[in-house]
Protein backbone atom coordinates (compact mmCIF):
# COMPACT_ATOMS: atom_id res chain seq x y z
CA UNK A 1 0.00 0.00 0.00
CA UNK A 2 3.11 2.23 0.13
CA UNK A 3 4.27 2.75 -3.37
CA UNK A 4 0.35 2.31 -4.86
CA UNK A 5 -0.77 5.54 -6.57
CA UNK A 6 -3.92 6.08 -9.17
CA UNK A 7 -3.45 5.88 -12.42
CA UNK A 8 -5.19 9.40 -12.40
CA UNK A 9 -2.53 10.98 -10.00
CA UNK A 10 0.34 9.94 -12.79
CA UNK A 11 -1.64 11.13 -15.73
CA UNK A 12 -0.14 14.60 -16.60
CA UNK A 13 2.76 14.01 -14.30
CA UNK A 14 6.35 15.29 -15.58
CA UNK A 15 8.61 12.42 -16.26
CA UNK A 16 12.08 13.40 -15.65
CA UNK A 17 16.09 12.24 -15.21
CA UNK A 18 16.77 11.45 -11.58
CA UNK A 19 20.21 12.60 -12.00
CA UNK A 20 19.50 15.60 -14.08
CA UNK A 21 15.67 16.94 -13.65
CA UNK A 22 16.21 16.62 -17.25
CA UNK A 23 12.45 16.26 -18.58
CA UNK A 24 11.56 13.26 -20.73
CA UNK A 25 7.51 14.08 -21.58
CA UNK A 26 4.18 14.53 -19.70
CA UNK A 27 2.57 11.67 -19.05
CA UNK A 28 -0.07 10.48 -21.34
CA UNK A 29 -1.26 7.25 -20.72
CA UNK A 30 -0.33 3.59 -18.62
CA UNK A 31 0.21 0.53 -19.85
CA UNK A 32 -0.64 -3.05 -19.36
CA UNK A 33 1.49 -6.26 -20.64
CA UNK A 34 0.45 -9.68 -21.01
CA UNK A 35 1.10 -10.60 -17.41
CA UNK A 36 -1.47 -8.30 -16.19
CA UNK A 37 0.42 -5.86 -14.35
CA UNK A 38 1.40 -1.85 -15.20
CA UNK A 39 4.67 -2.40 -17.80
CA UNK A 40 4.90 1.13 -19.22
CA UNK A 41 3.80 4.84 -18.89
CA UNK A 42 3.87 7.09 -22.33
CA UNK A 43 4.19 10.51 -23.07
CA UNK A 44 3.98 11.78 -26.91
CA UNK A 45 6.32 9.23 -28.74
CA UNK A 46 8.29 8.50 -25.39
CA UNK A 47 8.04 4.97 -23.83
CA UNK A 48 9.35 4.95 -20.47
CA UNK A 49 9.12 1.14 -17.74
CA UNK A 50 8.07 0.96 -14.76
CA UNK A 51 11.02 -0.64 -13.61
CA UNK A 52 12.76 2.48 -14.30
CA UNK A 53 11.23 4.29 -11.95
CA UNK A 54 12.91 5.97 -9.51
CA UNK A 55 10.60 7.59 -7.22
CA UNK A 56 6.74 8.94 -7.70
CA UNK A 57 6.38 12.10 -6.15
CA UNK A 58 3.68 14.83 -6.11
CA UNK A 59 3.83 15.94 -9.94
CA UNK A 60 6.34 14.27 -11.02
CA UNK A 61 8.25 10.81 -12.05
CA UNK A 62 11.37 10.56 -11.76
CA UNK A 63 13.43 8.08 -13.82
CA UNK A 64 16.56 6.19 -14.03
CA UNK A 65 16.55 5.35 -17.69
CA UNK A 66 15.33 7.36 -20.75
CA UNK A 67 12.60 6.78 -22.81
CA UNK A 68 12.62 3.68 -25.22
CA UNK A 69 13.44 3.95 -28.71
CA UNK A 70 10.74 1.58 -29.78
CA UNK A 71 7.62 1.05 -29.15
CA UNK A 72 7.23 -2.24 -26.77
CA UNK A 73 4.71 -4.74 -27.91
CA UNK A 74 1.62 -6.92 -26.73
CA UNK A 75 0.70 -3.38 -24.31
CA UNK A 76 -2.76 -2.68 -23.84
CA UNK A 77 -5.00 0.19 -21.92
CA UNK A 78 -6.86 -0.33 -19.17
CA UNK A 79 -8.66 2.46 -18.40
CA UNK A 80 -12.43 2.70 -20.14
CA UNK A 81 -12.20 -0.76 -21.10
CA UNK A 82 -15.23 -2.46 -20.64
CA UNK A 83 -16.35 -4.48 -17.45
CA UNK A 84 -18.11 -7.80 -18.34
CA UNK A 85 -19.80 -11.15 -16.58
CA UNK A 86 -18.51 -14.31 -17.07
CA UNK A 87 -21.58 -14.55 -19.27
CA UNK A 88 -20.69 -12.26 -21.23
CA UNK A 89 -23.18 -9.36 -19.64
CA UNK A 90 -21.87 -5.74 -19.90
CA UNK A 91 -21.43 -4.14 -16.32
CA UNK A 92 -19.72 -1.29 -16.36
CA UNK A 93 -16.38 0.16 -17.33
CA UNK A 94 -12.99 0.74 -16.21
CA UNK A 95 -12.89 4.81 -14.77
CA UNK A 96 -9.72 4.64 -12.44
CA UNK A 97 -7.37 2.03 -11.09
CA UNK A 98 -4.40 1.51 -7.87
CA UNK A 99 -1.02 0.37 -8.82
CA UNK A 100 2.48 -0.14 -7.05
CA UNK A 101 4.57 1.50 -9.02
CA UNK A 102 7.63 -0.50 -7.81
CA UNK A 103 5.88 -3.61 -9.03
CA UNK A 104 3.23 -2.85 -11.59
CA UNK A 105 0.68 -4.77 -9.76
CA UNK A 106 -3.05 -3.71 -9.53
CA UNK A 107 -3.97 -3.15 -6.24
CA UNK A 108 -7.60 -1.98 -6.58
CA UNK A 109 -9.87 -1.27 -9.52
CA UNK A 110 -12.54 1.77 -9.67
CA UNK A 111 -15.68 0.83 -12.17
CA UNK A 112 -18.23 3.36 -12.70
CA UNK A 113 -21.70 1.66 -14.82
CA UNK A 114 -24.68 -0.07 -14.03
CA UNK A 115 -22.46 -2.69 -11.47
CA UNK A 116 -21.50 0.77 -9.28
CA UNK A 117 -25.01 2.48 -8.87
CA UNK A 118 -25.27 0.46 -5.73
CA UNK A 119 -22.69 2.37 -4.44
CA UNK A 120 -23.21 5.87 -5.93
CA UNK A 121 -21.86 5.47 -9.21
CA UNK A 122 -18.19 3.98 -7.98
CA UNK A 123 -17.52 0.99 -6.92
CA UNK A 124 -13.93 -0.73 -6.08
CA UNK A 125 -12.80 -4.25 -7.26
CA UNK A 126 -9.91 -6.12 -6.28
CA UNK A 127 -7.92 -8.58 -7.99
CA UNK A 128 -9.49 -11.57 -6.52
CA UNK A 129 -12.55 -10.36 -8.28
CA UNK A 130 -11.42 -10.85 -11.72
CA UNK A 131 -11.53 -14.09 -13.57
CA UNK A 132 -9.38 -12.31 -16.98
CA UNK A 133 -8.28 -9.37 -18.56
CA UNK A 134 -8.56 -9.43 -22.44
CA UNK A 135 -7.39 -6.68 -24.69
CA UNK A 136 -10.55 -5.18 -24.59
CA UNK A 137 -12.31 -6.39 -21.09
CA UNK A 138 -12.38 -7.37 -18.10
CA UNK A 139 -13.75 -10.43 -16.85
CA UNK A 140 -15.22 -10.80 -13.15
CA UNK A 141 -16.18 -13.67 -11.20
CA UNK A 142 -19.92 -14.61 -10.60
CA UNK A 143 -19.75 -13.67 -6.79
CA UNK A 144 -18.16 -10.46 -7.13
CA UNK A 145 -21.52 -8.18 -6.52
CA UNK A 146 -21.56 -8.98 -2.65
CA UNK A 147 -18.28 -8.14 -2.34
CA UNK A 148 -18.28 -4.66 -3.87
CA UNK A 149 -17.75 -1.82 -2.13
CA UNK A 150 -17.93 2.19 -3.09
CA UNK A 151 -14.48 3.80 -2.86
CA UNK A 152 -13.67 5.22 0.16
CA UNK A 153 -15.03 2.03 2.23
CA UNK A 154 -13.04 -0.16 -0.29
CA UNK A 155 -9.93 2.08 -0.16
CA UNK A 156 -9.26 2.71 3.32
CA UNK A 157 -5.58 2.00 3.86
CA UNK A 158 -3.93 3.25 0.18
CA UNK A 159 -1.62 6.51 0.54
CA UNK A 160 -3.16 7.55 -2.85
CA UNK A 161 -6.50 8.31 -0.72
CA UNK A 162 -4.70 9.80 1.93
CA UNK A 163 -4.70 13.79 1.84
CA UNK A 164 -1.64 15.88 -0.16
CA UNK A 165 -0.06 16.93 3.34
CA UNK A 166 -0.40 13.63 4.80
CA UNK A 167 1.37 11.97 1.44
CA UNK A 168 3.68 14.66 1.51
CA UNK A 169 4.53 13.88 5.14
CA UNK A 170 5.07 10.01 4.41
CA UNK A 171 7.69 10.87 1.31
CA UNK A 172 9.64 13.33 3.84
CA UNK A 173 10.32 10.84 6.34
CA UNK A 174 10.28 7.94 3.70
CA UNK A 175 13.79 9.42 2.45
CA UNK A 176 14.90 9.97 5.45
CA UNK A 177 14.48 6.36 6.69
CA UNK A 178 15.73 5.40 2.97
CA UNK A 179 19.43 5.60 4.84
CA UNK A 180 18.26 4.12 8.26
CA UNK A 181 16.69 0.61 7.55
CA UNK A 182 18.02 -2.47 5.83
CA UNK A 183 15.93 -5.38 4.68
CA UNK A 184 17.60 -7.33 7.95
CA UNK A 185 15.99 -4.83 10.92
CA UNK A 186 13.73 -6.81 12.88
CA UNK A 187 10.11 -4.95 13.21
CA UNK A 188 10.68 -3.26 16.48
CA UNK A 189 13.81 -1.88 15.28
CA UNK A 190 12.20 -0.51 12.23
CA UNK A 191 9.41 0.72 14.35
CA UNK A 192 11.85 2.91 16.94
CA UNK A 193 13.81 4.21 13.56
CA UNK A 194 10.12 5.26 12.16
CA UNK A 195 9.37 6.93 15.38
CA UNK A 196 12.71 8.40 15.81
CA UNK A 197 12.27 10.25 12.35
CA UNK A 198 8.52 11.51 13.34
CA UNK A 199 10.35 13.37 16.01
CA UNK A 200 12.82 14.69 14.08
CA UNK A 201 10.79 15.91 11.19
CA UNK A 202 8.26 17.38 14.26
CA UNK A 203 11.15 19.37 15.74
CA UNK A 204 12.18 20.82 12.43
CA UNK A 205 9.04 21.40 10.37
CA UNK A 206 5.56 23.35 11.19
CA UNK A 207 3.69 20.80 9.86
CA UNK A 208 0.13 20.59 11.43
CA UNK A 209 0.36 17.69 14.04
CA UNK A 210 -2.38 15.81 12.97
CA UNK A 211 -1.02 15.34 9.75
CA UNK A 212 2.37 14.02 11.10
CA UNK A 213 0.56 11.49 13.13
CA UNK A 214 -1.33 10.16 10.72
CA UNK A 215 1.76 9.89 8.08
CA UNK A 216 3.72 8.33 11.37
CA UNK A 217 0.97 5.63 11.89
CA UNK A 218 0.67 5.00 8.32
CA UNK A 219 4.13 4.13 8.13
CA UNK A 220 4.16 2.36 11.36
CA UNK A 221 1.61 -0.01 9.51
CA UNK A 222 3.38 -0.29 7.19
CA UNK A 223 6.92 -0.77 8.51
CA UNK A 224 7.26 -4.22 6.39
CA UNK A 225 6.12 -2.58 3.02
CA UNK A 226 8.46 0.27 3.47
CA UNK A 227 11.05 -2.19 4.27
CA UNK A 228 10.75 -4.04 1.23
CA UNK A 229 10.18 -0.82 -0.83
CA UNK A 230 13.77 0.52 0.32
CA UNK A 231 15.34 -2.68 -0.55
CA UNK A 232 13.74 -2.57 -3.82
CA UNK A 233 15.03 0.82 -4.54
CA UNK A 234 18.74 -0.14 -3.74
CA UNK A 235 18.20 -3.15 -6.00
CA UNK A 236 16.72 -0.86 -8.47
CA UNK A 237 19.67 1.95 -7.93
CA UNK A 238 22.22 -0.64 -8.38
CA UNK A 239 20.98 -2.25 -11.51
CA UNK A 240 20.68 1.17 -13.09
CA UNK A 241 24.25 1.81 -11.88
CA UNK A 242 25.51 -1.32 -13.85
CA UNK A 243 23.82 -0.41 -16.97
CA UNK A 244 25.06 2.81 -17.33
CA UNK A 245 28.83 1.65 -16.26
CA UNK A 246 28.32 -1.17 -19.15
CA UNK A 247 27.29 1.94 -21.87
CA UNK A 248 30.94 4.02 -20.65
CA UNK A 249 32.54 0.98 -20.53
CA UNK A 250 31.69 -0.35 -24.55
Keep these: MLNVVRCSQIIGSIAIDSSTS ?37 GAVSMYYPPLLDIPDNL ?17 WVEDFLF ?19 FGGHAVLYPEDIEEITINKVIIREDVQERLQDESEGLQGFLSEKSQQ ?16 SPNDKPEVVH ?13 TDHPHHALEEATEFLQEQWHS ?3 SISRAGERTKSALDAAWKQITK
Design 226 to 228: LQQ
Design 100 to 118: DWQTGEIAAYIVGGEIAVP
Design 22 to 58: ARFAELEEVWLDDSGRIAYFSGGEAYLPVAGIAGVGM
Design 166 to 181: VQHLVHIMGDRLHHLI
Design 76 to 92: HRLHQITVESALGETQG
Design 192 to 204: VKIKEVSDEVAAS
